[in-house]
Structure formats: C-alpha cells, structure tokens
C-alpha cells in the first residue's frame, strides 16, 4: 500500500517535469497507518459533517495526499493524477481547497497548514460542547495533520502549537516527518530546537520518536494519541525523505525535483514494483478501498443523527444550518434595524466603537459569531456583552461557552486558526489588530482571499489619526496594500451607518473574507438622505445643494473613514468661493469597482474633475482619473493627532485649496 504512493509519486512528478517526490516517499507508510487504519471518512462524501479532518501541511507533498485520494475511492481518477500540475486539473501543484475532493484546505506556505487544523480542532470541541447532549454525541471527530520540519521552522508553528495546548484540543494529533533535510540539505547546522521538549513545553502530548516506516507501529501510537483526554498530541516520525531511491534517498535531491527516469527505475527494482507507470495491481487498490467502509462509518452516524433530530429538533435545525454557512432568516431585518438604528442615533463615535455598536446587534443575532483580539480587545473593541471571553477548564478542558478568544500576540496565528475555523464550519471568525499589524497576518489573509473564506479582519487605529504611537503603528500603505489582494473585501467607514452596513455586508461575504478599517478618533455622523447606497461601495452623500448651491457640480471630492468630514467641511469652504462641490463617500473601493457603469457613472459623472483624500498612500486612487489626491506618501510622525492633521495637510482648508487648485489646471 506504502509503495503504491511511492510510485505514484514518482511517476506524476516525473510526467509534469516538476514537484516533489520525496516527502510523499518517506510519509507513505504513515498515510497507510492513518489512512487505513484511523481516519474516519467517505470518499462517497467529502463533506460528511462529522468526518475527520485531515491537513497535509508541508502542502508540497501535495502527490500523497492526491495518491491517498485516488486509492480510497474519491472522484479523483488516475487520470487526474497524470495531469499531476497541469492547468485545470484536480491536482495542481500544492493541495487547493474546493478544487480537489477530500483537499480540507490549501497549503504550501509551511506552518499554515498546521495552525489551519489547530482552527479545525476548535472548531468541533465548540461545536460538540454547543451541540451535543447526553447520548447524542453528532459532533465527534478528530484534526490530523501531518507537517515537516520547514512547518516547525515557520514562527507561526510557535503561535499555533501554544494555543492548541493553551485550549486543551485533545482530538488534534500531529504526525511530524522528522527527516532532517530541507532544499539546503541537512537541516542539523540550522534547525537545532529540542522539538519534543518544545511541544511539551506548548502542553501537549508528546509521543516518539517512533520508526515513521513501521506502519503498524504508527497506527498504534495514533491509537494511543486518541485516548489523550486533555491535551493535543505530536507524533514525532523518524523517516527517510524518498525512501526506496537508492540514490536519491536521505538527500535534499529527493526534494523538490523529478528522479529521472533512470532513477525511477532503480527505485522500482529496490520497492519490488515492477509495475508500469500510473499502474495499480487490483489486490492494492481493493487494500486501499474505503468507500465502503465509509458509506456505513457514515450510515452509523446518520441513525445517530435521526435520534438527536427526534429529541432536540430545533438544535438539528441549527447545527445544519450553521454548517452549511446559511444566514439566520432573519439577518436582512437585523441588518437594516442595525443600519437605521446608527442613522437615527447618529453618534459621534470612532469607527471602532461604531464596529462594537454593530457587533453588539450582530453577535445576538447570530451564535456563530466567533470574536477575538491579538492582545487588543479594549483598543480593537471586538467584544460585546454576549460574546464573553472563552476560557477552557485547567482540569476538565470544558470551555465556558465563551465567544471571544484572546489570542495573545498572535496576529499571524490569529489569522490562520480563524481560517481553519472558517473551513470547518459551524461558526464565522473574526479577529482584531492594529492595521499596520495587518503585515504580521497579510499571508493568511491572502489565504483567505484564495480559499474564498468568509472571516472578517477588524484593523482599528487605522492612520496617524492614532497620534503619539508615531510610524511604528501609523498605517500609511496598509490601506492600499490590502485592497490589490485580489477577492479581498476592503470597507473604510466613515460613520456608525457606515460601519454597520459594513458589518453586513461582511457577513453575507460567503465566498471572500473581509478588513474593516477603522479610527481610533471619533467622527462626527454624516448626515445623509438614505441608506440604500451604501452597500455599493461608494455614495453620493452631499450635493452642492446642500451647502446652499445651486451651481453644476464643478468638482467631486471623494473621501473614506475619518477623512469624509474633511472632505464636507472643503465642501462649506468652496461654497464661500462660489465653487460647487459634489462630495462622494467611497467606504469600500472594493465593492465600488464590482458595480455597473451605469452606477458608477451616476456617482463619479465624466467631465467633472475628481479629487480624493484619503490618510494614506497616493498610489490607488489615481485609477479613478483623480486631478489630484489628499494623501501621505511619507511614514508618520509622533505628536497629537491634530498636530499631524495640520503637518501631513489634512485639514479643510488644504482640501478646499486643493480643489481650486484643480479646476484651475
């Protein structure tokens, strides 16, 4: 069964010229251990609720997981794995969620994939302590992943493993392909950490190192991992990276690089395989075989699932509700009550506790609404009176039905773990930084973005409106930098309204995550005529008629967040000089540009000279045919926010003066 992957991989990644045969050679057997002894599946049906998760995070191995795929009986056929990197096939060349069937999420960037299944693992202990009661266990299944020593060198490895064994996760199991060669070589001169100490040190279960080629001995050591009541548990594997080459094995060639065909066939005389490329003999594909098995393991759970639909009905109803992602019936009238109710208090507030406002109506409305702060939850504002801080029993690792989570200085860890969560499903994540700490998290945040996940990023004190912290924390080309992550929604509001529809449009974002971006400063509310628009992305919020003109709109200053008061008050400015101003609240350049031309012709007319401000980058905005731009193409300073307002030019006298300056070019 172990050489069966051997050969394949070998053969797909010789026919693409490209990928890695040796980590799916050396983890082979503990894929058979696993795989054919443990892992609780149905390749009839991949997304069977209560299946366990499987990770693969050294991503790159990705022709194990294809080969595992294709052997159990997933619509993954050979076909498939001979089209090994090519375009459009099911097996491209790291593991990709939702294109490959049984693929739980997509890795290749080393130490995600890790704290993915650490996501994963929260996941279901929530879920089961949410949803499960005596005698109807429907929630109970386990995360494994396997992982390699580039996952442990990744720093994130660090953030993840802390919290898994801060949050008791006992049905995670990490199976560690101790090798000892990366693309350098041998890894010994630059990877010396004591990794089983270190992992008993996180609270963890730690067992091995174990022969990683004994196949029988690794399934013993994960039946004995999944005793574990308190604690997630690594499995330390000694292997041999491309075992079975003769020339190849133990050496960094067996890497990232095909064998060659001779090699190929000196690998095959060594393994006793004499058989063709892409070949099976039938008595290994009948071993490896689990569809069966997999449509009664779920059959099982079916007849459990009828008896807890019978005694708890309402809470079947839910449970399947919130794993399919599905809105409550009721959130459009939650999110218009929300948006109308910040319009009629019109609270001059910041932006991040307009979020907290928003949130405090969303997280009553949706249990599944998962908070969280890396270290910042009084400046971030992500909590709210029913989203209490989660906390796991010293003894029991019972959680007390919290909702938020504090993360610790985890900004990369936080970002990842919500993905996992998101993937799981059963709950919608969402978590909170400084926005120029967005840098820390920007790669899971692209994952996200790649994944099509719906988690929100809330990303408070969002320019040098946060004053004396100066540079370090002043976000300058944050902004900007999010919003060219393609699938990435990027809101900037500019008022409570603003923010709740903000909110509720992120969670209705099913397919793509969300960065709110937010002021520590408070804003006044702007005084608009309707809500409608907002979720447009941009709005026309103030005509020249407004500040008492009854001139053609001569100019369009367009503004997000804090600077929109800037751009009102330029607006009362040029009013004085007889100078007619359309002002244009564009909270989401994001959502604006999916709009129709029709639309955004109406917002942005043509012939009308355009001018926007915004504290940050200059860069973006010229797309739009600005004449000029109100920005910062410098880092900050460290002094009071006015202070800065005044230096940096953002005042509406500037603003104003910048418009004439325009119109007269």
Not at 32 to 40: E, I, Q, R
Not at 388 to 404: C, I, K, Q, Y
Not at 515 to 536: C, F
């Amino acid at each position: 069964m172990a050489n069966a992957i051997r050969a394949l991989a070998m053969d797909a990644v010789q026919a693409a010229n490209s990928g890695h045969p040796g980590a799916p050679m050396g983890m082979a057997d503990m894929a058979v251990a696993l795989w054919g002894s443990h892992l609780k599946h149905n390749p009839t049906n991949p997304h069977w609720l209560d299946r366990d998760r499987f990770v693969l995070s050294n991503g790159h191995a990705s022709m194990l997981l294809y080969s595992v795929l294709h052997l159990t009986g997933y619509k993954l056929p050979m076909a498939e794995l001979k089209k090994f990197r090519q375009l459009h096939s099911k097996t491209p060349g790291h593991p990709e969620v939702h294109v490959t069937p049984g693929v739980e999420t997509t890795t290749g960037p080393l130490g995600q994939g890790l704290t993915n299944a650490v996501g994963m693992a929260l996941a279901e202990k929530l879920l089961a302590q949410e949803f499960n009661r005596d005698g109807h266990d429907v929630v109970n299944h386990n995360t494994f992943t396997f992982m390699g020593d580039g996952c442990l060198m990744e720093g994130i490895s660090h953030e993840a493993a802390a919290l898994a064994g801060a949050w008791k996760l006992n049905k995670l199991i990490a199976l560690y392909d101790d090798n000892g060669i990366s693309i350098d070589g041998q890894v010994a001169p630059w990877f010396i950490d004591n990794t089983a100490l270190r992992f008993v040190a996180y609270g963890w279960n730690v067992l091995g190192p174990i022969d990683g080629h004994n196949a029988e001995l690794v399934a013993s050591t994960i039946a004995e991992a999944k005793t574990g009541a308190d604690k997630p548990t690594l499995i330390i594997c000694k292997t041999a990276i491309g075992q079975g080459s003769p020339n190849r094995a133990n050496t960094a060639k067996a890497h990232g690089e095909p064998l060659g065909n001779e090699e190929i066939a000196l690998t095959r005389d060594a393994l006793g395989w004499p058989h063709k490329p892409f070949s099976v003999p039938k008595e290994v594909l009948a071993a490896w075989d689990a569809k069966a098995a997999g449509v009664a393991a779920e059959a099982v759970w079916n007849d459990k699932f009828a008896a807890y639909k019978a005694a708890f009905p309402e809470l079947a109803k839910e449970l399947l509700r919130r794993m399919k992602g599905d809105l409550p019936k009721n959130f459009n009238q939650v999110a218009v009550d929300t948006a109308v109710a910040a319009h009629t208090k019109a609270d001059t507030v910041a932006s991040r506790k307009a979020s907290q406002l928003a949130l405090e109506s969303f997280t009553a409305a949706l249990p599944e609404m998962l908070g969280g702060s890396a270290d910042l939850t009084g400046s971030n504002l992500t909590n709210t009176k029913c989203t209490p801080n989660l906390r796991f029993d010293a003894v029991t690792g019972e959680s007390n039905g919290g909702r938020h989570i504090n993360y610790g200085v985890r900004e990369f860890g936080m970002a990842a773990i919500m993905n996992g969560v998101a993937l799981h499903g059963g709950y919608i994540p969402f978590g909170g930084t400084f926005l120029t700490f967005s840098d820390y998290s920007r790669n899971a945040i692209r994952m996200a973005a790649l994944m099509k996940l719906r988690v929100v990023h809330v990303f408070t004190h969002d320019s040098i409106g946060l004053g004396e912290d100066g540079p370090t924390h002043q976000s300058i080309e944050h902004a900007a930098s999010l919003r060219l992550i393609p699938n990435l929604d990027v809101w900037r509001p500019g008022d409570t309204a603003e923010t709740a529809v903000a909110w509720a449009v992120a969670l209705q974002n099913k397919n793509k995550p969300t960065a709110l971006l937010l002021s520590r400063q408070n804003i006044n509310y702007a005084p608009k005529s309707g809500l409608g628009d907002i979720s447009k992305g941009a709005y026309v919020l103030a005509e020249p008629s407004e500040v008492g003109m009854k001139k053609k709109t001569q100019a369009v200053i367009i503004a997000t967040g804090s600077e929109v008061q800037l751009a009102l008050k330029a607006q009362e400015i040029l009013a004085t000089r007889k100078i007619a101003v359309r002002v244009v609240s564009m909270p989401s350049t994001t959502t604006f540009d999916k709009q129709s031309v029709e639309y955004k012709s109406s917002v942005l007319p043509a012939g009308v000279p355009r001018i926007a401000v915004e504290m940050g980058v200059t860069a973006g905005w010229w797309k739009y045919g600005c004449a000029a731009v109100v920005g910062i193409d410098t880092y900050g300073e460290s002094a009071p926010a006015p202070v800065l307002f005044k230096l940096f030019g953002f005042t509406p006298e500037n603003v104003a003066d910048t418009v004439e300056q325009a119109l007269r070019k």
